[in-house]
């Protein structure tokens, strides 16, 4: 088969595509006009503006109609007066550590730094992790800029009766009687010397018995009204930030939300930082399907920081409440990696009867993305789901990664380790599992490439014989191919069949907790994380064009480019009879080695998978064609081969399969049942045009 324009279709719609990318990249950047709709700003709209209410009406003091939002919260339209004066402020910054008395995390996983100054938090640690060097413990949470409204969890405003309390740089009062595990804080607010709200923001630990695993933290607002008259409330509160980034190449954090699907079902989505390129807020309050939210905040590859704001009317799973959710990046057109993005949480007006009091709770999940907490009946069930968050689909190839999938192999590699005690291993064991299940088809593979390079002298002669004619030429073709028992499809079928394994696999490797900073033959090579690339020697990394830089020298890539090169050379392939066709040939060969430079810096487990998937077949491969050339031989030479003597049963069988003809089943039957249907379409054709 003459493969010149398929060689050349690949490698130009590669080529196509790839400037394609670099093109609109570049002039994404450049020109604002090529960016989405929703994200073009005019510099009028990114400049600096008057300070915004909890609803985003200006605060002028000027009355202006707002659109009431779709999931039920209200909000007035009346004037806004600012900077309202708060009498009993704090004159000093006071920091409570929450799960501080437990270093090692035995009791408490979770230590909460929090701090007077809006109510917020200074600093999470989780104990019982390193951070991405493996040198320290694990902190995040710590607000993005000295500016403390980007404080994450802290109060940035209440408004009363439409006058605004900007509370973000006020230090609160820190109540008695806090304790290992609970603080609070407190502010009252006043309109002259007339008290009107006591608003109050508590804080609660749980150590590693309770369902939580010790990750969730119980936060609750309360507005207490102290005057003998209704009020109207609303508050806007910071969320949480995201965590630290932790892969070397691609995308890693970005802003997830969960929406109601259905009933009881969760939807995660999440927005990569890269999509934070200018100053306009990102609206979360509903997705583009209509559907509202239910908890959103910040995450890495292997770590989350989710808050759920707790339903107020009875049988709900939806914070109706709630008016705006909104995340914004501070410093948009700082590199992504450095890039910090911050998220807020706003309510309608709440109505709260005289001497009454509004509670607003809520959770706060900080802790990491693995699979045996995520998978607890409490973060696991309806409303949080937050296990939908280890495997995200709207991400790269997210159609073609398939949950149950990704969640069979993360299984198989848990029980293998649990045999050696070593993921890499683990990885190995799994590799060859998979080889053997697909050995009948790989097997088949090899002997349809072999008969199609012995076709090749005959594929020519028919060339020649119909020149121009092409119908005559595919029948002259399809008979040859009939009567060699050749089946195009089965060359490319064990590729085909490895790719969502493949790409599973990457998803597992790239977010599955358990191989994070996981050593491979139990860290007695140069290898230590499964996770990064396997990095033999470290340097101060280089700044290569788009955005690529290498740090290290990574063998593993090296390896899989030499393997693949083999691989290549091994390869059953059609003669060459002319000039074009040994081009094409060259040309393939070399168009292996593209794969390992996208490889480079991805994670060391996949590169293992993959050179030991691609080792393996190589011998594999070898195997099957030397015996396959053992038979061939034999036949010529006139030898017989003598089977044991036949039982009662089998000459049942010979007799019985004499009388009927034998029907293949599984995967070979249905692609012969394939081929058989395809031959019956064209006779049918051949029969039409006759």
């Not at 609160?172 to 009687?177: A, M, R, Y």
């Not at 200018?278 to 920081?305: C, E, M, Q």
């Not at 995340?327 to 001497?355: E, N, S």
């Not at 848990?414 to 005690?421: A, D, L, N, V």
Request: contains cysteine; neutral net charge; aromatic residues 8%.
């Amino acid at each position: 088969m003459d493969n010149k324009r398929l060689v050349i279709g690949m490698v130009l719609a590669m080529a196509v595509v790839m400037g394609w990318q670099m093109f609109v990249g570049y002039m994404y950047e450049k020109n604002p006009h090529w960016r989405p709709q929703e994200q073009k700003q005019t510099a009028q709209d990114t400049a600096p503006g008057p300070a915004t209410d909890v609803g985003g009406t200006p605060a002028t003091g000027v009355g202006v109609e707002r659109v009431t939002p779709t999931t039920g919260a209200t909000i007035s339209t009346q004037a806004v007066a600012t900077n309202a004066p708060v009498t009993n402020a704090a004159a000093e910054p006071t920091l409570v550590e929450l799960g501080a008395g437990d270093p090692r995390g035995d009791t408490f996983p979770l230590k909460l730094t929090l701090t007077s100054t809006g109510g917020g938090i200074d600093l999470a640690t989780l104990k019982r992790y390193k951070d991405h060097e493996a040198k320290d413990v694990y902190t995040f949470q710590s607000p993005p800029t000295s500016d403390p409204h980007t404080r994450p969890l802290a109060t940035q405003t209440v408004v009363v009766n439409g006058t605004s309390f900007d509370l973000a740089g006020l230090h609160w009062n820190l109540e008695p009687g806090a304790t290992d595990r609970t603080a609070a804080f407190s502010l009252d607010l006043s309109s002259g010397d007339a008290p009107l709200v006591r608003v109050r923001t508590s804080y609660e630990i749980f150590d590693a018995t309770h369902p939580s695993a010790g990750y969730d933290v119980a936060i609750r607002q309360t507005f207490q009204n102290l005057t003998e008259a209704p009020l109207r409330i609303a508050v806007a509160l910071n969320g949480p930030v995201l965590p630290p980034r932790e892969l070397e190449r691609g995308p890693d954090r970005h802003v997830v939300a969960g929406y109601l699907d259905g009933t009881k079902t969760v939807e995660a989505k999440q927005e990569f930082i890269e999509s934070f390129d200018d100053a306009t807020p990102h609206n979360y309050l509903l997705d583009d399907k209509g559907r509202p939210l239910l908890w959103g905040g910040g995450a890495s590859v292997y770590f989350n920081a989710l808050l759920r704001p707790e339903p107020r009317e009875p049988g709900s799973a939806v914070p109706k409440y709630l008016a705006k959710v909104e995340a914004r990046a501070l410093d948009p057109q700082a590199p992504p990696p450095q890039r910090q993005v911050t998220m807020q949480f706003a309510t309608g007006d709440l109505d709260v009867a005289p001497k009454a009091t509004l509670d607003l709770p809520m959770s706060l999940y900080l802790g990491p993305k693995h699979r045996e907490i995520l998978n607890r009946k409490y973060y696991a069930a309806f409303p949080r789901s937050y296990d939908a968050t280890l495997v995200i689909k709207n991400e790269w190839c997210g159609i073609c990664t398939f949950q149950w999938l990704v969640s069979s192999l993360v299984a198989m590699l848990g029980w293998f380790y649990t045999i050696f005690r070593d993921w890499g291993l683990a990885i190995i064991t799994l590799v060859v599992i998979v080889r053997v299940l697909l050995h009948p088809i790989t097997k088949r593979s090899q002997i349809s490439m072999m008969k199609m390079g012995k076709m090749g002298p005959e594929i020519e002669r028919l060339k020649k014989k119909y020149g121009d004619n092409k119908d005559e030429l595919n029948k002259a073709m399809m008979q040859v191919y009939k009567e060699q028992g050749f089946t195009p499809i089965l060359g490319c079928l064990p590729m085909f069949l490895q790719m969502p394994i493949w790409i599973a696999l990457y998803a597992a490797l790239n977010s599955t907790f358990e191989l994070r900073q996981a050593p491979f033959l139990w860290g007695w090579t140069w290898i230590e994380d499964l996770a990064r690339p396997d990095r033999l020697i470290e340097w101060q990394p280089i700044h290569l064009f788009w955005g690529i830089e290498i740090g290290a020298f990574n063998l593993l890539p090296i390896l899989l480019a030499v393997v693949f090169y083999l691989q290549q050379e091994f390869t059953p392939k059609p003669p060459a009879t002319t000039p074009e066709q040994v081009q094409q040939q060259k040309m393939m060969k070399w168009m292996s080695l593209i794969f390992p430079v996208f490889l480079y810096n991805g994670p060391s487990g996949l590169n293992l998978y993959i050179l030991t998937s691609t080792t393996i077949g190589i011998i594999e491969s070898k195997r099957i064609r030397d015996h396959i050339r053992e038979r061939e031989e034999a036949e010529k030479a006139g030898k017989v081969i003598v089977d044991a003597k036949p039982t009662r049963h089998s000459k049942k069988k010979d007799a019985k399969d004499k009388d009927e003809p034998k029907k293949r089943t599984g995967l070979g039957g249905w692609l012969a049942d394939l081929q058989a249907k395809a031959e019956e379409i064209r006779r049918q054709a051949d029969k039409k045009r006759g």
